[in-house]
């Protein structure tokens, strides 16, 4: 059956008590334009460069803000509540990088940890070490929901196709991408690779992202969007600010695709071989 999906748009900040403020703002008027399913951010909780002061207002998942909002807005509207990612401390010290998927009832549905980390050096000065605070997932996974199979990703993820293959091979209808995309890569690279993962799979891509210059001094790129499997753009917001954009969702829409273009049927195992060239007299051997 159809349903109606929302990816929330945010610009947080370094407090996590206003960002589920204003979580939850977003999220009703989400519900209020007849949304079941809504998608907010990666780290909804708290954009922090500063590590030292990230840790010192942390919570683990019994303790954080942002779940505990999570859970009682997905009871109080009886929706499906997709906290796209927060922060969430682990025993060990480090930082789960966490989404979590609530019920109608408040429950938590799915725990999905960020599997890729970002670890990149920009041309214009950008160096980004994710893998010094944050503890890698190792686990997908594809959620039967009454209205879809949804898979799970976090932003870097969508750079590795593998992962959503995998979740589309699997079943899923519906693949998330919350985000929190640099500007300069998301201008050079955000709507193509969510479009590639939507066509190459023929699934919707729901992803909410963050948007605008934030706090802590970084910029994201925000045009949160909603694709469908053919690889139309369905929704889409600007490029700062807070936004809410909603989407019909119909999963025989995925069917359909794969109807046309069936590479999930067609794919085959194959073997990769690295030879050496030579070049002998000027002819290639």
Request: glycine fraction near 10%.
């Amino acid at each position: 059956m159809s349903f109606k999906a929302a990816a929330v748009q945010m610009c947080s900040g370094v407090d996590p008590v206003k960002n589920a403020a204003a979580m939850a703002r977003l999220v009703r008027e989400a519900a209020g334009q007849g949304a079941t399913y809504v998608q907010t951010p990666e780290m909804t909780g708290m954009l922090q460069r500063d590590r030292i002061a990230a840790r010192a207002v942390l919570a683990d998942e019994a303790h954080d803000i942002i779940v505990k909002t999570g859970s009682e807005l997905a009871g109080e509207l009886g929706i499906h509540m997709h906290v796209g990612s927060t922060a969430i401390a682990l025993a060990d010290g480090k930082i789960a990088n966490r989404g979590f998927l609530f019920g109608p009832d408040g429950k938590i549905l799915n725990r999905y940890d960020k599997i890729h980390m970002f670890d990149v050096d920009l041309d214009n000065g950008e160096s980004w070490r994710e893998s010094a605070a944050y503890t890698a997932g190792s686990e997908a996974r594809v959620l039967s929901l009454p209205f879809a199979e949804m898979g799970f990703a976090i932003c870097y993820d969508v750079r590795f196709p593998a992962l959503f293959r995998a979740q589309a091979v699997a079943g899923a209808e519906v693949m998330t991408v919350p985000a929190a995309f640099t500007k300069q890569t998301g201008e050079a690279h955000w709507e193509i690779l969510l479009r590639a993962r939507a066509i190459e799979n023929g699934v919707f891509v729901i992803a909410a992202a963050q948007a605008g210059r934030h706090e802590d001094g970084r910029e994201t790129f925000g045009h949160s969007m909603i694709v469908d499997p053919w690889g139309t753009v369905l929704a889409s917001a600007g490029a700062t600010g807070e936004a809410v954009i909603v989407a019909e969702i119909d999963p025989s829409a995925v069917k359909a695709a794969h109807d046309k273009i069936p590479n999930l049927r067609n794919g085959r195992e194959f073997s990769v071989e690295k030879i050496a060239g030579a070049i002998a007299g000027g002819v290639a051997a």
